[in-house]
């Protein structure tokens, strides 16, 4: 049997036998090797092989999905962070601009009592 990760369900046929993927980790037969959707499937990268014990291949695909997750999860906090500062900083312009326009009245007001 074969390790591989597939991206896609792709089914292989050989004259006896029909072998199926998942997406994800699964084995196929050694035999699919030898067919031509098979070698398309490599080229195109629906699919990628690993050598090594199926235990020791699942443990490599496990500890990137945890990677993967764990960027995912930080890609959050950042993306929340950079929306929290964006507030912040719509907040302050607008404290700001209401600031500028109440000095611009209380000058016209001025100007006016002085006249």
Same mark, same amino acid.
């Given at each position: 049997?074969?390790?591989?990760?597939?991206?896609?369900?792709? =089914?292989? +046929?050989?004259?006896?036998?029909?072998?199926?993927?998942?997406?994800?980790?699964?084995?196929?037969? #050694?035999?699919?090797?030898?067919?031509?959707?098979? +070698?398309?499937?490599?080229? #195109?990268?629906?699919?990628?092989?690993?050598?090594?014990?199926?235990?020791?291949?699942? =443990?490599?695909?496990?500890?990137?999905?945890?990677? &993967? &997750?764990?960027?995912? #999860? =930080?890609? +959050?906090?950042?993306?929340?962070?950079?929306?929290?500062?964006?507030?912040?900083?719509? &907040?302050?312009?607008?404290?700001?601009?209401?600031?500028?326009? #109440?000095?611009?009245?209380?000058?016209?007001?001025?100007?006016?009592?002085?006249?």
């Amino acid at each position: 049997m074969m390790n591989c990760l597939a991206n896609k369900i792709l =089914e292989f +046929k050989n004259e006896n036998e029909k072998a199926k993927t998942i997406i994800g980790f699964c084995q196929l037969p #050694d035999w699919v090797q030898i067919d031509l959707y098979f +070698k398309a499937a490599i080229m #195109d990268g629906s699919i990628k092989t690993f050598q090594g014990s199926s235990n020791s291949v699942m =443990e490599n695909v496990l500890k990137l999905e945890e990677k &993967a &997750a764990k960027l995912r #999860d =930080e890609t +959050k906090v950042l993306e929340e962070q950079k929306e929290l500062s964006n507030t912040s900083k719509i &907040a302050t312009e607008g404290i700001l601009d209401n600031i500028k326009f #109440d000095d611009l009245l209380a000058e016209k007001s001025k100007n006016k009592k002085q006249k």
